[in-house]
């Protein structure tokens, strides 16, 4: 088994197209189409459908097969990157993840101070997306690190974590609905009102859900971001959003955040996490470095 068959087959499963991942690797679509067929004589199974003429999609076996794929194909890159450092080759880029909530003050100024401190000329290249985009791309390889949330009440055991700050849970209101004018608030203060939240396999739905159901009350959970959830109450001044607080409702002046009583201040943790892994140099001095920043404890809600 060539290990060129294991990087044509990790770039179909990644462009899903013949068309598109020969070009990638600048090969011909019938080489392409060669290789996989060959890897699955090998095996003895079918990893890819086909459909739509160009377009593949994986099988059960080949998703099962693909996770062992990008292990041993991660393996072999560390090795080769351990092999540069050890002849005086060093890494001087780290590709990092972050959503979107991130992004403020503290996170920039962590960058800056790393680029200060470390000990090689970092390039550091930045990905935004949702913590569930981020996290695929992290086990696949594509980035060395990235900040989110935790997916689900459990941590991967393949992966390490380390906190850097926290989201607080708020009510966001109109300026001219009459709760705008409350300090604080219950979530029972909500019941018979139109209330919106997270959909269901965002970050910070489940936590969420779980003190809206003790609260007797049942959002309306079909939004993504804090940015989406707080037009909605722009647009419909009747509308109650709740959500995890960060710099990005600062956009939206027409909204106020309330602090919701009965739930714990630092209500959404945020992490830096990485593979368990070998690191090279540079990407373990940034992990070392955010493990000792102090970002502010929580994002706090301003009015």
């Given at each position: ?245 960060s710099f990005l409702v600062d956009a939206f002046k027409d909204v106020v955040c309330i602090p919701i009583v009965g739930v714990p201040h630092d ?37």
């Open positions: 088994m060539k290990i060129d068959s294991l990087r044509y087959f990790k770039k179909l499963v990644e462009f899903e197209s013949f068309t598109e991942a020969a070009a990638e690797m600048n090969i011909s679509q019938s080489a392409l189409s060669a290789s996989l067929k060959r890897l699955e004589d090998e095996l003895g199974v079918r990893l890819l459908d086909r459909y739509k003429s160009t377009k593949v999609r994986l099988t059960p076996a080949g998703k099962a097969y693909y996770r062992h794929v990008m292990h041993a194909l991660n393996i072999l890159d560390l090795g080769e990157e351990a092999a540069h450092e050890a002849a005086g080759m060093m890494r001087c880029s780290i590709s990092v993840g972050t959503i979107y909530a991130m992004q403020g003050d503290a996170w920039s100024h962590a960058l800056g101070q790393f680029r200060k401190r470390a000990s090689l000329d970092p390039q550091i290249e930045i990905e935004q997306g949702f913590s569930q985009v981020l996290m695929r791309h992290l086990k696949e390889g594509a980035l060395d690190v990235i900040f989110a949330s935790k997916l689900g009440d459990t941590e991967d055991p393949d992966l390490e974590y380390t906190y850097c700050c926290s989201q607080q849970l708020v009510a966001v209101v109109n300026r001219s609905n009459p709760l705008a004018r409350r300090k604080r608030i219950e979530l029972k203060d909500f019941k018979g009102k139109h209330v919106v939240s997270y959909r269901k396999g965002v970050a910070g739905h489940d936590e969420v859900k779980f003190f809206a159901d003790r609260a007797g009350i049942a959002p309306d959970w079909k939004y993504e971001s804090e940015i989406t959830l707080s037009s909605i109450v722009v647009s419909n001044p009747g509308n109650v959003a709740l959500l995890n607080y209500f959404h943790p945020l992490y830096l996490i990485s593979r368990k892994e070998e690191h090279p140099q540079i990407v373990q001095e940034f992990i070392d470095f955010i493990g000792s920043y102090s970002f502010p404890d929580t994002f706090s809600a301003r009015r």
